[in-house]
Nanobody, 127 residues
């Protein structure tokens, strides 16, 4: 069993920045891919960014390219999402996801790829 705990959400004005963190604990003794998803009210959960175990490859949704950065620290079992130039349309609950086990060099972008999820953290961007 894997537990994921997110932190770093909050209220920010448009143009501001936030950094989300997600710490994994439990059965994390194998290689695993990670990702951030978000879900706005009335909308489906969508991928924001994904990263391989080796951190050599990343994926970004078109809507966040150039503004968000995903990275990870495997020694701390933690993945981060740096969010800059935030827009009101970025408002959503952000979820951390972990796929275990996974290849060292693949990332995954579908909700169904992941079987471990955090509880979510609210990000609200005011205009």
């Amino acid at each position: 069993q894997v537990q994921l705990v997110e932190s770093g959400g909050g209220l920010v004005q448009a143009g501001g920045s936030l950094r989300l963190s997600c710490a994994a604990s439990g059965r994390t003794f194998s290689t695993y891919a990670m990702a951030w998803f978000r879900q706005a009210p009335g909308k489906e959960r969508e991928v924001v960014a994904a990263i391989t175990w080796s951190a050599t490859s990343t994926f970004y949704a078109d809507s966040v390219k150039g503004r968000f950065t995903i990275n990870r620290d495997n020694a701390k079992n933690t993945v981060y999402l740096q969010m800059n130039s935030l827009k009101p349309e970025d408002t959503a609950v952000y979820y951390c996801a972990l796929k275990l086990p996974s290849s060292r060099s693949y990332y995954y972008t579908r909700v169904d790829d992941y079987d471990n999820w955090g509880q979510g953290t609210q990000v609200t961007v005011s205009s």
